[in-house]
Each structure stands twice: as C-alpha cells, then as structure tokens.
C-alpha cells in the first residue's frame, strides 16, 4: 500500500493550503519576489521551510512535488553561503546568530553545486517579507531537518504519473545489498575463479565494507578471515572487475605495518592477492590528490566562479592556480596506466590507497569506465557507482559536508570523479550511453536529503541508522514511482536513481544519449598476448610482485618476504601521449570497448555548464551565446522560412534560399 503525504503547511504570506514532506513545515513566504537568472526575470513566491528553500514562479498555485524538480529550488543544507544586500548598505553575510539591521532588496544563495540563486524584493511592502525570509532561511540552516530520518514515507507517488512502464527485461541499476546482487554481476564478468563470500554479512571482519565480497574459489572463508588484520582498517584486498583475458582488478586498503603473519597467513595473501601464479601488479594512489588537496582545489575552483572574482584576462591563469584540472589529469593518467596493464596482459593488479574509501573508489571507477562498455550504459554507471562507492563504503556525509561536526573532513572525491567521467564524455561522445544532463543531474542530486544513496557511509551505517535498504536490491523505475516493500524495516527514502521523482518524462529523455554505439553486448575484447609488447614484461614471471609508478613497473618482494628486489625498471607505455613519438612505428589500435583519453593540457577542460553556471555574465559572453540573441535570429529564421515558403507557392527557386546573394 503506497502512502500518500497529506500534510499540509500553515499559511505564512498568505498562501493557500500547501502539500509538504512529512515533517516538513512552511517557516516564512513572501509573494511577488523576482528571481534574477542567466534567462532573466521571473516573478514568483518564495517560500522557506524547516527542509529547504523553493520559488514557485508566476500565477501558478504554491503546490509542487516533495523533491526538488526547479531549477529555483534548493536544500537548506546545500546552501554554502547566505547574502542580503541593499542599495543603502553594503552586503552582509547572515548567519544563525547575525540579525538583518536592514531592509534588503536582494537574496542571494550561493550554493554547494555552483548555483546562484538571486532574489529581488521590490519596494511595494515586500521588504519586510524578505527580511522575515532572509532571517527565517538564516536560522534554518543551521537546524534543518533530513526527511525520514524517523522513518517517515515521502510519498514516491507524486513524480511523473505519465511515463510508460518500461519494457519487460530492461536492465536494472543494481544496488547491491543483496547476495544475488553479487552474484549475477559476477556471471556478467565471466570470472569463473571467483565467488561471492558471505564472510562479512555481520560487518564483524570489517565494519566499513559490504556484506558481501568477491574472493578467489581457491580461498576458504576459514583462510580468507585470516587475512583481514593484515590491512589498514581490515579493508581487505577482493575483485573489483575481470577481464575476459584474466585480468583481474582488485582494490585494497594499505598493508597493515604492524602485522606479522605467519607462513600459513602469508600463503592465504598470496592467494588472495593472485601473486604465485600470475604477475601481480601493486598500484598505489601516493601520485593522485589527496582528500585535503582535492578540498583546497574545490575551494579555489569555487571562489574562483564567484562573480567578479578575476578579471578576464587573468581568468585562464587563476583557473590553473586552482589545480583542480591539474588533479583532473592525474587521475585520468593514472586510470590509463591501470586499464592499459589490465588490457595489454594476464595479471592481477591491486588498487591500494591507505583508507581504501577514497581514491580507491575513484581510481577503480574511472579504470572500469575505461575498458568496460556496460560500465558506459547509464544503468551500467548507476551499478558502477553503487558498488564501487556506496556499498565500498565511500563516507559520503563527511566528504560533502553534510556534518557540520567534521568540517575538516570534507572533500569532494565523487564530484571529482564526475568531472573525469565528463571529461571523458567529452573526448568519446558516442561511447556513452548518457548525456552532459545525466552527469549535472547526479552532480545535483548528491546534495539532495530526499535520496538514501548519499545520506551514509557504508551500508552497516545505513543498517544502524534506524533505516533498512530494500531486501529487493533492484531498482526497475517504473512511471516515476518506488515501493518500499511490506512488512519489512526499510529506508523510506528512494535511491537516487528513482529520476521520475524529480523529473518531467522531457528532462529524463535528455539523459539519454542519441549518438551512443553500444557496440556488440559482452564485455571487452580480449588481448591476443602474442601481439602484447615482449619489452613491457620482459624479465617478469608468474610468481613476479611489481609496483606501478609513473607509468614504471619496479619488481619488489612480496610483502613480509625478505628479499631485495632487483634494480631494473619495466617502462610500460600507457596512453596515447607516450604512443605519438614511436619513430613512425604504426600505433596499435586498442582492442574493443578501451578507451584511452589524452590528458594533455588543452584535452582536459573546464566544465563550464556545472561550474560557471553562476555566472550568468559569463555565459552570456565568452562563454555561451546570449539567450535573447539566440531567440531573436531563430525568429528572423523562422520569418525567412516562412516568407520563402509563401513565394515557392507562386515562383520557383531557382537557388537555396539561404545562400548567400551575390
């Protein structure tokens, strides 16, 4: 039985009886604000609750949808930065605890998502209006509320009613939660020496992974629990990805320092970590970004967005002081170097990051984008996302700055992947099977407190939160609605990927890319090893343990062996830019479904759309066309296609109508 929200708000501002989320109330509203976009001037009602600030633009009733579907709206905690400015006072920062001495004739919210929301009160009594709002979003902030967190039902029903069902056997977005989750991606890649274990169904062997893990057949669960305190944060080494040439992707914590296994430990490692049969390759995230580094940048690429930040001629420049690209690039040479070892020859090569809830998840993310197509369908990135980042227990509340009691451990590590999965977009438009919108939509919805993809750390967190995620862990949309099943304890709040919540059937077409090549279904081609390199593992065998470093790999001694490693370094070429100066050697073409980007300088670019969109200036000049030119040469088009339809009716063209006039 789907519940309905039917609570209704009070009438602050004189507005009629108005539908909210349950717990939701309306704190202030004021009538007839203008709001001030790249479009121009919209008159409407402004209204601020306990949940989130929205504007209701023209005559239309104050009635909307309980999740955010305009553009004019926005979460209270996604809200950076409150601004009240007036023509007689310079503009102040409100605060909780700071008070309005002034009567404003502006609001501007500055958003974590780049947004610039700008309000106008004009001078016929709406001045105090706005004060009471601009104080009433002020103390808001710092009190707002997420829906459901007592278990509340949003109502799911009040999305799109007119979307068609969907057709009978069209892909999922899988959630993984559940062991057949695990299972039927596993028999998509077709790696048959690994199974599903069920080792950490309790979060008793490592309480920030998922329940279920892929392991070698080879390893008992007895054996594989020998292995966890051998790792950071006992986040163990397991399969991320398999190629069908026997590659196998697999992601880590950093080795324990402490730890001292035994042989019989040390033989269980080997197995795990594939050494002893095949080359192992160890790659570590010490060349990409930091969290602290990334926040830096994004702080830096924000303030630089700003209006009036930098001048014109000096933008280009402050744009890379801000180093956000230049960690952009990283990560995409990095990702390359990883995918071009997996495509070129069987090994195991294994991800390691020190906490493995950060770069991990970037890292393994971008490498799969990279040689898996399915990974590139939009339901293939949406299962992408959900279990290299949600179920691998990335902390999306710190690294957003959803908490306000760990400010210091915010950094932006999902919207950074983003970028690079644009980036990507950008250099392989048709090898996607989503849109510009698509990545804008997701970038937005990662503020959203109405979603439960984003709102916790890891799925033991999810569990003890008072929230359960769904025993049924695939997510079909179906008309724009989402039923929590009966008789269970389940989160009451849908999955991100439920876009008929928030979304017109128009604005989900757009998410879907029309020059997409899905190709041949499978997964990619496999790599015949007699074309691969002699050079690029010369000197390596079976039992071989090598480090990648800067495009080097450096044999080394299997960790807790004694040994010294030998000094010769395997230069391996891992993208395109290493492959352009070969002497006239013809480059070899990548096997199917790998992608290799270049990120050189002028290949990695800004992405304008997310992150200028405050700037309505901006994109009216370098940056964009203006809108209001746009509009007025389409009419003139129009008036000339129609005039010249009106005289073909009486004389025939002798010359196309929009050649040029000699």
Known sequence: MRAKSSAMSAEPGGLSVLPVLPGEVVLEAARGVRYRGAGGSVRGTLICTNVRVLFVPGAQPPSFSPFLQSDYSVALRCIRTLVAGSSFSKPTVLTAASSLTFIPEELALFCRDFRLLSFHFPENGLGLQGCRVANAIAQARETATWPGDKGSHVDATMGDEDEEDEEEGSPHTLLFESLQDWERELQRLGAAGWRVSAVNERFDMAPSLPRYLWVPNALLDHDLKRTFAHFQERRVARLCWHHPNGSDLLRAASFHAASEPGSEDIRCLEVLLGAGCRPCVLADTAELPTPPDIQLAHLRLRALCLPGAAADEKWLSALEGTRWLEHVRACLRKAVEVASLLAGRRCSVVLQEPSDRDLGCLLASLVQLLLDPHARSLHGFQ???????????????????????????????????????????????????????????????TFLPYCSTFLFSCQRQRGRGGVQQPRTQTYTPVSGRWDPPQGSS????????????????????????????????????????????????????????????????????????????????????????????????????????????????????????????GLPEAQHGRLAPCPALLAEELALLQDKLHAWQQDGAHTEPTSSPLAPSR
């Open 383 to 445: 299962s992408l996302v959900q279990r290299e980042w949600v179920a691998a227990g990335h902390p999306f509340p710190q690294r957003l700055g959803l908490h306000r009691d760990s400010p210091r451990e915010e950094s932006p590590v999902f919207l950074l992947f983003l970028d690079c999965t644009w980036q990507l977009l950008q250099q392989f438009p048709a090898a996607f099977g989503f849109t510009e919108a698509y990545l804008l939509a997701l970038h937005d919805g």
């Open 490 to 613: 389940v989160c009451r709040l849908p999955p991100i990927w439920a876009w008929g919540l928030r979304y017109s059937r128009q604005q989900r077409a757009r998410f879907q890319n029309p020059a997409w090549d899905p190709g041949p279904v499978g997964t990619p081609d496999a790599v015949d090893p007699q074309n691969t390199p002699p050079s690029a593992w010369l000197g390596s065998s079976n039992g071989a343990v090598l480090a990648l470093s800067k495009g080097s790999l450096t044999p080394q001694p299997f960790p807790w062996r004694s040994g010294r490693p030998p000094p010769r370094l395997l230069r391996w070429a891992p993208s395109l830019e290493t492959l352009i100066d070969r002497g006239g050697d013809p480059i070899p073409a990548p096997p199917r479904g790998l992608l290799l980007p270049c990120a050189a300088g002028p290949s990695v670019r800004l992405w304008r759309r997310c992150y200028l969109r």
